[in-house]
């Protein structure tokens, strides 16, 4: 995705969060601020209509994240002809939190205060920071997360976050990933597909996986060092990371986008 079309892709994004806040508004006055949910569902995705137009169905995966899955429907099909998904990790303070037992070991209560067909949040707190994720589709081909993070401490904060992208083909299709200067690449010939994950931010380090045991040992060790590509079968695994400043009393605001297309985009 060239430059003009991924700042496109950006003002769209924008224009989505317009019925993301209108959601909240409702949300808010339909339930009252002590009742939470799981955090754990499926978006609508008006696109989609199996076997006709199967744009994917858009469901959560652990612990915060959504994903497509493609291809997959009623008639006992065994694997799905593809799967796309974006995740959050977050580096702070020596914890790393990206696992389910992650947020176990450290006791931290994993909810979801927002919980439409249109939207799904991820809310946690963790030493004085109180973390929100809104994921949301735009328009047929567009992932979105809205990252807020609040700092209600009197001392400023560094937060590193993370932002996984993973493409997964049940056949042993070529997948690969290529670092760019605003944004990152996984693609797939074979699968006429094309992901690209960006940011409102710019990255501190992106790199490239073939198992997601190495993307949680990175979090952990909130490694910053990049490559520029991966080659591989199957699966791969593409994380952007950013380092945010949070000043006492003030909040972040970061809005992650996984973009799909076919290879002649």
Known sequence: MTGKYWILAIAIVIIALIGVVLDMKRMST??????????????????????EAPS????????????????WGWNFVPAPKYTASLKIGISVDGRSFYKTEDFVRERVNLYSKLHSKNVMSYD???????????????????LACLVDIKN????????????IGRLFSSKPYSVSGLRGPDSLVLSSPALDLVLTLGSTERSVAQKFARMESEIEEWIKNNDLTSMEKIETLFLAYGMMSFELEVPA?????????LSRGDTRT
């Open 30 to 51: 339909a339930y009252p601020e002590r009742i939470y949910f799981t955090p754990h569902g499926i978006l609508q995705n008006p696109y989609h209509a199996w076997p």
């Open 56 to 71: 994917g169905v858009l469901r959560s995966t652990p612990a915060m994240g959504f994903e497509w899955v493609v291809g």
């Open 124 to 142: 946690w707190q963790f030493d004085g920071l109180a973390f929100s994720f809104k994921f949301f589709l735009v328009k047929e081909s567009s």
């Open 152 to 163: 209600d401490v009197a001392t400023e904060k560094t937060i590193t976050l993370h932002a």
């Open 249 to 257: 009393g003030a909040e972040k605001k970061v809005v992650l986008v």
